[in-house]
């Protein structure tokens, strides 16, 4: 029954635990013949010699359905009792040994199944073995016994159901007389449920009148107040259906059995004037008075088994109330005194109340809908009725008021459950303590103070549960203090073996109320005082109070099916109770759960309940509960399935709580003195599991930052176990006399700030033990120490080459499993928590990932340069020749790609929180590691080829998406194996080996293009650049996708190469010309280039077109205006790069003689910038005027603005005119090809002053003694005069071209903001600039004002119109004389004479 996974075979009547048994015997065997006693069982004396020698009938087994085990008894008469009816006892021979990992209490053996600061429910180890082992022995013996259990398919299998056959049964405990009871339809069990042996001393009784059907009621059964012979409790069982009595006057005196055989009637009986039907229900312990029986029908008799001189004798009479006429008993039926109307509801339950003398008792009943009477009872069955009452209205109305919830539900939903009587005599502390009313300090007999338990159901699967207090005396009745019960609203089950069960045991400062798969504990104590409890006070509200339910798992046959309750040892107590019982310091509950065994629900310390501080639920306990003791297969309680009364804050902050508690050690269910750690270890691990499962369960909505706190403890102790195991292996792996290894250095070495010291005085001398036990918490520190201990031991020269070896080689271990390890909890773990493991948590209130943090990040970085040196060191010059152990060395080689792995790893997460992180330090820290870290992959990857890790630096980039690294390793790799092939000495096999694999590398490249695309081919295609020039990169054979072509023209600077693969592998002739000519206009720098590369894309963007016209016949012969603009562009390109030839053609002379070109520049300066140099406060000027032909003399591509400096303040030989033409004129072309809009404006009234300023106006406007000859010739060889010419004769081929500005309206130019080739310029030289400008200014203004050069200007270009039209005029005569001699019209501007530049007309 109680605990099936036993596999203790004892029946009822071996009166041993021993489990062995005989062979079955064959089917011819005489099936009379009995099995042989067990060894060590203690047979009563009387058994052989009381034993009927006469023979037993036949037995009518098709009236018996359910009979007695073939084992524990004769062959049974049907109005008989059994012929051996003595009790069988179970010697306790030795006790169970308990299970490993079972929690036992203090001295009593029992196993703690969970506890917290208010109550502890324990296991009891006391257990017949037949109850123990009775659902296995069934099963076992389905085939061997006659009346064994059915086939399997007829038992309940349905969780929640029991089995409806003979494994039902029920029972009671009396902490009176320290024994339990428990009965099935074929036997009664007696045990003393507290002692400390598993296989207590048992008493079986054998019932001589079985059920006739497995689906009747049980037997119903008490035990009896010990008679004045005896020290041992009596037994009465009363069989329900047929009426049957059975009394034993004493569980172990076998001189019963004497008087059994000679008096049978007087201890055996039947219940007279049983209705048709009817049933008994319960059997009430009035003692000293008798028994009260309940009916189902409702009536109520009084039994007796004892008669005026204290002999066994039973006698059954029907009690009758004086109130009513019934007839048909001594005394009447119930139905007359409380009713089997509905309208009063049946039976609920009838307890003893206070014994006021000896003979006599007080019997309260109670309906299910509200109506009570009082009886009071003598010995003999002699009665009187105190009250008869009906309190449904009060109750509803009380309940209603007190609590809201009830208040919502239907009044015909309201039922009393259960009741008990409040204890008397109480200390007066208890009874200030309790929030009951006064009728606690009230001793009197007629006044009955009663606790009930209510409900109301709101539907089939929840109802409402409340305590009540009520208080009768006579006809008056008063409803107190109503204390709803809110931990449990499950309703009661129908097939519940036992109706729920509410106790108040002394000191009535807790109750407890029993269902079927659960305990309610609940305080009745008042809280402290406060505001709001003196509110609920005058309410008739109980303020809530201490409340817990302990749940049974919902399987099986695991249900409660008996239960009684303990109070504390006082001196109030009987001396029959003091002697027979064991010492109880606290009240319980005591339950009997089929399935499991004896459970007891004890309060912890319940005068707690009475001070200003009592116990209370918090979210810490519940959560410990489930984890430390539902973490249990066997337990048969439950922790989950009910919602925590508590906010999903405070049971966050309750489990971080609680899990630093475990990663530390510091919870008393957590031993800090292990026989194993590695055990330990893996249970604290399993309790972490434990937890968040156990929060899963809960659906509690945890934040962020409290599943990333649970998360890193639970990566800490799966990591701190794995390091246990590598420090074990390593203490292996290390010779003997040198066991000290880096992790037990580390834990040496940690400051002691920064874990918990050790205390050798009280036994603590293993400091690394102690330190998995209780530093744990503090993981990242110990993993970043292992650099410092290889520092310390190197700097200081603590050991040797080989011992600083093997400490690298340990060091790089512990680092690169740790993290691993913590990558891979993390990522089997992150559903279950709730994160996502590939993203790195963010924001201030998640604390810095423990792998990551810049402590670790930073001495990962240094240990990995520690491994290049020390790798530089030993390995490289010839790993055979090395002064320590060559195989540690390689696998310091081999750890690298992995070590390097995590440190790219911790960086990347340091610096995605740091981000978020709202500290400025940590911001700027996480910014600093965010600009290092390209830079770090980047080498640290490309430091692995150093040492032939090829294929490993290869998947590093991979995985940290490193594609610069991965194209740089890659491409080098390919340039390693083509010299090896190529170098000399190497073997036709070998070179032939090296071409395989670089194939097989540029063919793994290609396969990346398609895999990664513009991610890695454009690096790879910068490093095949870098390394082996523009032919690998148009040849590479590899790139299906065309990457190269998107590669050139992503990069602007590659322009030149990109035209080319446009032409040769794209076939692009439009998009060649494009990329020319933007190369042309917007990026070449020097000239020639830039000449050709416009001239390229011109002819392209011709060729394109006319390729266009060819295939398509209906076009149009005029271009696009897009390409037509794009020609336009061009050719104004070209023209100013031909006037900056012409200009550099006047400079090339005078620089021949140079030897460099600071040479060349100082000739320049000095002959052509003799004009600016002259000019006084122009050094601004003269700095940008130098800058300009610096420029010029380099063949760099100028500027439009830049190229017309020059030319305004260039000083040419008079000659230029005839060979480029005049300098201000080129300077207005430039403005026009190369500037738009106001620029362009600027431009041109810049040129117009310095064309104006050229001359000395003053001199000119001196006309005294001067003839029109001579002032014309004076005139015709100023500036302004060659500029005018110039410009009105190419106004005759351009009538567009009209640039000229009168002198007045270029004043102010540049004055006040100068061009945009000067934003960025300091301050300083831009006001000197603007200071030249202003001078300038001022001069050519001085010219206006006092030489009349407004007037002048007009007369030199009337002048320059004139001599424009007469030269016009000569060549259309000359071409007119040309056509009538040669038929011709060709007639060029030099056949009419006409003077390049327009000064030898004068």
């Not at 009595?245 to 049978?264: G, K, M, P, V």
């Not at 039907?277 to 008075?289: K, L, W």
């Not at 292992?786 to 340990?810: F, S």
């Not at 031909?1138 to 053609?1145: A, D, E, H, V």
Request: aromatic residues 8%.
């Amino acid at each position: 029954m109680f605990e099936p996974n036993q596999q203790d075979q004892g029946g009822p009547a071996k009166g041993t635990r021993s489990s062995r048994r005989r062979a079955r015997p064959s089917s011819n065997t005489d099936a009379t013949v009995q099995p042989p006693k067990a060894k060590r069982q203690r047979v009563p004396l009387h058994e052989t010699t009381v034993a009927n020698t006469e023979a037993l009938p036949e037995t009518d087994t098709d009236m018996y359905e359910v009979k007695s085990d073939k084992l524990a008894l004769l062959d049974i008469k049907r109005d008989g009792i059994e012929n051996l009816g003595g009790p069988r006892k179970e010697l306790s021979v030795r006790s169970k040994k308990q299970k490993a990992g079972e929690r036992t209490a203090k001295g009593d053996g029992s196993i703690v199944l969970t506890t917290n600061n208010a109550y502890t429910v324990s296991k009891l180890p006391a257990l017949p073995d037949r109850l123990r082992a009775d659902a296995q022995s069934k099963l076992d013996q389905h085939s061997d016994l006659p009346n064994a259990l059915p086939p399997l398919e007829q038992l309940s299998i349905e969780p929640g159901v029991p089995n409806k056959s003979q494994d039902r049964q029920h029972g009671a405990v009396y902490s009176t007389s320290g024994y339990a009871l428990s009965l099935t339809h074929t036997h009664a069990f007696v045990w003393p449920y507290a002692s400390t042996a598993a296989s207590p001393e048992t008493f079986i009784f054998g019932l001589p009148y079985p059920s006739k059907s497995p689906t009747d009621p049980l037997p119903l059964g008490s035990l009896v107040s010990p008679s004045a012979a005896s020290d041992e409790p009596g037994l009465v069982v009363v069989m329900p259906m047929s009426g049957k009595i059975a009394y034993w006057e004493s569980i172990s005196s076998a001189a019963t059995l004497d008087f059994i055989r000679q008096q049978r009637h007087g201890v055996e009986d039947t219940i007279p004037g049983m209705f048709s039907g009817e049933h008994v229900v319960q059997i009430v312990n009035a003692e000293s008075a008798g028994f009260v029986l309940v009916f189902s029908s409702g009536r109520l008799a009084y039994l007796s088994v004892r008669d005026m001189h204290g002999r066994p004798t039973i006698s059954v009479q029907f009690l009758r109330s004086s109130l009513t006429n019934a007839v048909g008993g001594l005394l009447g039926s119930i139905r007359q005194v409380l009713g089997s109307t509905s309208a009063h509801g049946d039976v609920v339950a009838v307890r003893a109340s206070h014994a006021t003398r000896v003979g006599e008792r007080v019997i309260v009943g109670a309906t299910t809908k509200g109506k009570l009477n009082v009886w009071r009872i003598h010995r003999g069955g002699h009665h009187d009725i105190l009250s008869d009452l009906d309190l449904r209205s009060e109750l509803i109305h009380q309940i209603q008021e007190a609590d809201p919830v009830s208040a919502g539900l239907p009044e015909e939903s309201f039922e009393i459950v259960d009741f008990t009587c409040v204890p008397r005599g109480l200390d007066n502390k208890y009874v200030e303590a309790s929030r009951l009313s006064e009728a606690l300090v009230h001793d009197e007999a007629s006044v009955q103070h009663l606790l009930l338990l209510t409900s109301f159901s709101s539907s089939k699967s929840q109802s409402h549960y409340a305590l009540v207090e009520v208080v009768i005396s006579g006809q008056n009745k008063k409803v107190g203090a109503v204390r709803p019960l809110n931990s449990y609203t499950s309703p009661v089950r129908s097939n519940a073996p036992e109706r729920p069960k509410l106790y108040l045991p002394r000191p009535a400062m807790v109750a407890f109320v029993v269902f079927d798969r659960a305990v309610v504990i609940a305080s009745m104590a008042a809280p402290p005082d406060s505001p709001e409890s003196q509110l609920q006070e005058d309410s008739h509200i109980i303020p809530a109070t201490f409340e817990d339910v302990v749940d049974l798992r919902d399987e099986g046959n695991v249900q409660i099916v008996g239960s009684g309750t303990e109070e504390p040892t006082t001196n109030g107590h009987s001396p029959d109770e003091l002697r027979s019982r064991h010492r109880i310091k606290n009240p319980a509950a005591v339950l009997l759960v089929q399935g499991v065994g004896t459970v007891r629900v004890a309060v912890s310390e319940v005068d707690r309940f009475a001070t200003e501080k009592p116990p209370t639920i918090s979210a810490k306990s519940k959560l410990e509960q489930a984890v430390f003791f539902g973490i249990k297969s066997d337990n048969p309680l439950v922790f989950q399935g009910r919602s925590l009364p508590f906010t999903a804050q405070e049971i966050g902050n309750a489990a971080i709580e609680l899990s630093h508690e475990i990663v530390a050690s510091k919870t008393s269910f957590i031993p800090n003195v292990p026989a194993s750690l590695e055990n330990n270890m893996r249970t604290r691990v399993e309790y972490l599991e434990r937890l968040i499962s156990h929060l899963h369960t809960l659906k509690v909505d945890l934040d962020a930052r409290t599943r990333w706190v649970l998360l890193y403890d639970s990566e800490k102790m799966a990591v701190a176990t794995w390091l246990w195991r590598k420090n074990e292996q390593f203490i292996a792996e290390r010779p003997k006399g040198d066991k000290q290894n880096v992790i037990s250095e580390t834990v040496v070495y940690i400051n002691e700030n920064q874990k918990t010291e050790p205390n050798p005085a009280v036994g603590e001398v293993d400091p690394v033990r102690h330190w998995f036990i209780n530093d744990v918490w503090r993981l990242e520190i110990f993993i970043a120490w292992a650099y410092q201990i290889i520092k310390y031991a190197y700097t200081e020269r603590l050991t040797d080459e080989n011992g600083i070896n093997r400490l690298v080689l340990e060091a790089a271990i512990v680092n690169k499993g740790a993290l691993q390890e913590a990558e891979q909890h993390r990522l089997r773990n992150a559903r279950l928590y709730g994160v996502n493991p590939r993203k790195a948590p963010e924001g201030n209130a998640i604390p810095e990932p423990w792998t990551a943090t810049s402590f670790i990040a930073n001495n990962l970085k240094r240990l990995i340069e520690f491994c290049y040196e020390w790798l530089d060191n030993y390995y490289f010059p010839s790993p055979e020749k090395a002064s320590v152990d060559v195989k540690i060395l390689k696998s310091i080689r081999d750890m690298l790609p992995a070590l390097t792995s995590r440190y790219f790893t911790a960086l990347d997460e340091y610096i995605s929180w740091a981000e978020k992180s709202s500290d400025s330090h940590t911001q700027e820290l996480g910014k600093t590691c965010l600009q290092e870290y390209p830079k770090n992959v980047y080498e640290k990857i490309l430091r692995l080829k150093d040492y032939d890790l090829w294929d490993e630096a290869i998947a590093l980039a991979q995985e940290h998406e490193a594609y610069a690294a991965l194209a740089d390793v890659m491409v080098q790799h390919i340039l390693t194996l083509e010299e090896s092939a190529l170098a000399p000495g190497t073997s036709a096999t070998k070179a032939e080996e090296c071409h395989a694999k670089t194939e097989d590398r540029k063919r793994q490249m290609g396969g990346y293009f398609n895999q990664y695309q513009e991610r890695f081919a454009f690096p790879a295609y910068e490093a095949l650049l870098d390394a082996s020039g523009v032919q690998a990169v148009l040849e590479f054979p590899y790139d299906t996708e065309g990457y190269a072509t998107k590669f050139l023209r992503s990069r602007p600077e590659l322009a030149k190469i990109s035209w080319i693969n446009d032409v040769e592998r794209e076939k692009d002739i439009d998009r060649a010309a494009e990329t020319l000519l933007t190369l042309g206009l917007t990026r070449e720098q020097q000239v020639w280039s830039k000449k050709i590369e416009l001239s390229l894309g011109k002819l392209a963007l011709l060729a394109d077109e006319a390729d266009q016209r060819n295939r398509d016949s209906e076009m149009s012969n005029g271009f696009p205006d897009s390409k037509a603009a794009k020609l336009e562009k061009v050719d104004q390109a070209l023209e100013i790069i031909t006037i900056q030839n012409g200009l550099y053609s006047q400079i090339r002379p005078t620089i021949e003689e140079a030897v460099d070109e600071r040479a060349e520049l100082e000739l320049a300066m000095k002959f052509h910038g003799a004009w600016i140099n002259g000019q006084k406060k122009q050094k601004a000027l003269q700095n940008v005027f130098e800058d300009g032909m610096e420029r010029l003399l380099k063949h760099e591509a100028l500027q439009p603005l830049t190229l017309i400096d020059l030319l305004t303040l260039v000083y040419l030989d008079p000659k230029h005119l005839e060979a480029i033409g005049d300098q201000f004129y080129l300077a207005l072309k430039v403005a026009k090809h190369g500037l738009k809009g106001e620029e362009r404006s600027n431009a041109e009234r810049l040129i117009w002053r310095r064309c104006l300023i050229r001359d000395d106006w003053k001199q000119v406007n001196v006309t005294n003694l001067k003839d029109d000859q001579h002032q014309l010739k004076v005139l015709g060889e100023t500036a302004l005069y060659r500029t005018l010419f110039t410009v009105v004769d190419e106004q005759h081929k351009n009538d567009a071209f009209r640039p000229c500005i009168k002198p007045s309206d270029v004043l102010g130019v540049y004055t006040d903001s100068l061009d945009r080739r000067f934003d960025g310029m300091d301050d300083s030289f831009r006001n000197k600039l603007m200071d030249a400008m202003k001078a300038e200014d001022a001069k050519l203004k001085t010219y206006i004002d006092k030489a009349r050069l407004d007037e002048w200007y007009k007369t030199t270009l009337e002048a320059a119109e004139n001599t424009v039209a007469i030269v016009y005029g000569r060549m259309t005569a000359k071409k007119a004389a040309a056509a009538a001699v040669n038929g011709s019209t060709r007639a060029p501007l030099e056949a009419a004479g006409a003077v390049t530049g327009g000064s030898s007309f004068w």
